[in-house]
Every structure is written in C-alpha cells, then in structure tokens.
C-alpha cells in the first residue's frame, strides 16, 4: 500500500469519527432527565466513608479534546473523562447505600498521578478510547493494579476505540491479554448472579429514540455487540472489568427517569456492585 493510499485512509477514519462524534454531542441532549438541574447534578458534600466512587481522570487524544472535549460547569476540569459526570456517580453512590451494607461516602475525582488515589482500591474511566495516557501515567496505572487497585471502564464503542483502549492496555499490562469474562468467574456471581443472557445492550440516552405510539424504543448502533471483558494479574485476580459497546453509566445516571428501561438500570447497578464487592474482597 502505497503512502499516499495509507494517508487517505487514515484521513477517512478520522473524518467517520469525527461525525460520529458530532453525532454524539447532538443526540446527547435529545432526552433531558427531569429540565432542571437536581440534586444529583451537583458535587455532593464531603462525608469520610469506607467507600467513595472514584471516576478517573486522564489526558485525551488531542485531536479529540481540542474539537470535542466537555468541560464542567463548575470549572472542575475538562476532558471525556467528565462524560455524565457527576449525576452517574451521584446515582450509583445512591444506589450502592441503598442495596448494599457498604458504608459509601461523596465521589470523587483524581488523576492517576494524584497520591490520593492510592486509598481508594475501585476507580471507574468512561469513554477509555478517547484516553491517550502520558507515560507517568501509564507507569501510575500499573502500579495501581498491582497494589491490588481495580479500573472498570465504561461506554467506548467500536474497531477504532477497542484498538486504543487495547493499545494502552498493552501499555499499562504487557503480557496479559483482555478476554471475555466467562460466567463461571467469582465476579459474576459475588452478590448478584449475572449470567449469559445478562451480556446485553445497556443504552446511553443517545440510544433511545420515541415510537410512532409515544413508546420508547432503543436503537442499538449498528454494527456493535456489547462485550464484558477483562483483565488479570498474575495470581488470575481480574484487575480491569471492560464494558464494551454498551454504556453502564448512562444506566446509573438515567435511573430516576420514567423513560429509560428499567431492566437496564437493575442490571447496571448488579454489574456495578458486583465489581465493587469483588475489588473490596478479592
């Protein structure tokens, strides 16, 4: 293949996803949760606590920071990371307390180079294709894991995210391949059991379009096949839980609103649990 050709397709690639981008930022706001902000829309009030949900920060790709990054409305930061940032968190961490005993505090947010986040064993990082991790980072991220930290990462979707999220990973993890998580593992099965026919679309708002007779119906992308995925470490402890093609965030952040479906938002908020408990126990 010639130069020329390779710089062609290169272009094209970014150009798709781009629009998809675009695409994205405009079907974003095509449901509201209730018009108004409400208490989950805002940073919650400091409370020490044996467990607080810690969404991470990172540094983009920055082709897709400089055109499509979401800034905070508070001057908080700016970056995908920030993506339904912070109603999912206040939602889960509400969630967490109400079906659990496990004694949850306000969630937070840290970089991974930040010492803070050496007290925390569970981290979450959505839209983890968009993530283009400095090398401090990458050299944090490992040493996290195997302090016997855990990363799930959340609403990343097709060929060209999967191929950046496993290039960093190969990064962060060399050696240790990202497989499907079988439903026999511990992680499936420590509170809530969730089996095979549990590996389904989880939508984003995005993917939620009204029927002709007012009904919701989900519009899954076209061309995607949700996949739960992991990684682990030597002694075969999962370390990071990938859910691919499918948005568990959205889930816990919709979970108040008559419209999305609720046999999605249950299903969430076991998958989430689940991997809160595993890293709390294992």
């Keep these: 293949m010639s130069r020329g050709l390779r710089q062609l397709i290169a272009s094209l690639v970014v150009t798709l996803i781009a629009l998809s981008l675009i695409a994205l930022a405009a079907q974003r706001g095509r449901f509201q949760r209730n018009g108004d902000e409400d208490e989950y829309d805002t940073v919650a009030a400091a409370r020490a606590a044996e467990f607080h949900f810690i969404r991470l920060e990172y540094t983009d790709l920055p082709q897709f920071h400089r055109r499509f990054g979401f800034s905070s409305r ?8 920030l993506v339904d940032w912070p109603a999912a968190d206040n939602h889960f961490t509400r969630g967490i307390g109400r079906l659990t005993r496990i004694d949850t505090g306000d969630p937070r947010h840290f970089g991974l180079t930040d010492e803070h986040l050496w007290d ?3 981290i979450y990082a959505t839209q983890a294709g968009w993530w283009d991790l400095t090398d401090a980072e990458t050299s944090r991220l490992r040493e996290y894991l195997l302090r016997g930290g855990f990363l799930v990462t959340d609403d990343f979707w097709g060929p060209e995210q999967w191929e950046v999220f496993r290039q960093t990973m190969d990064r962060v993890f060399p ?3 990202i497989t499907d998580i079988d439903e026999s593992d511990s ?7 969730i089996e095979e026919k549990d590996r389904t679309f989880i939508p984003g708002s995005r993917h939620l379009r009204r029927g002709p ?12 096949t949700p996949a739960w995925r992991a990684m682990y470490d030597d002694r075969h402890r999962m370390v990071v839980a990938a859910n691919f093609n499918t948005d568990v965030g959205d889930a816990w952040e919709f979970a108040d609103v008559p419209y999305y479906p609720e046999p999605m938002t249950a299903l969430a908020y076991r998958y989430g649990i689940n991997y809160i408990v595993y890293s709390m126990t294992h």
Aim: proline share 9%.
């Design 74 to 81: 508070d001057g908080q930061g700016s970056g995908w990371w």
């Design 175 to 177: 050696g240790h391949p």
């Design 120 to 122: 925390y064993p569970w």
């Design 187 to 193: 992680v499936m099965h420590v509170l809530y059991d």
């Design 213 to 224: 007779d007012g009904s919701v119906v989900v519009a899954q992308p076209e061309g995607t």
